[in-house]
């Protein structure tokens, strides 16, 4: 179980991280995100699970991204003191894709569902 100063340490690599990636590199017409970081008990090596969603395949961003690698983990270190900087990984997080998915499936079942017909005057729902 990781500790809690463990913790703190993936939030803010997760806020730096995704504040670099934000400002420095292009991503047109797709929105990525640091969903996650995990970086293991010695601060050697870090995983940062990277959210996808819009034109841009994901193996494209994490190519970027692990090319990228070195320029982000320096730019990192120099906001974030540790006795290490992590060597980091980026991984793709299919929750923010699922998510979209999902929300196009119920508004395609809402769409698609026979509307239910007019309570006769007077009567209430019993669900409301």
């Known amino acids: 179980m990781p500790s809690r100063r463990l913790d703190k340490v993936n939030e803010l690599m997760k806020r730096e991280i995704g504040t670099f990636v934000q400002k420095e590199y292009e991503w047109p017409g797709t929105i990525v995100s640091i969903l ?20 841009m395949h994901p193996d494209q961003v994490l190519d970027k991204l692990n090319r990228h690698r070195g320029d982000i983990q320096r730019a990192v270190s120099r906001r974030v003191t540790l006795r290490n900087t992590p060597r980091l990984t980026f991984k793709h997080d299919n929750s923010a894709a699922r998510g979209v ?28």
């Open 101 to 128: 998915a999902m929300v196009n499936l119920l508004d395609d079942i809402e769409r698609n569902l026979p509307k239910a017909p007019p309570l006769p005057e007077g009567e209430h729902d019993p669900e409301i």
């Open 36 to 55: 996650d970081v995990e970086v293991t008990e010695d601060l050697k090596e870090g995983r940062v699970w990277v959210g996808v969603v819009g034109r």
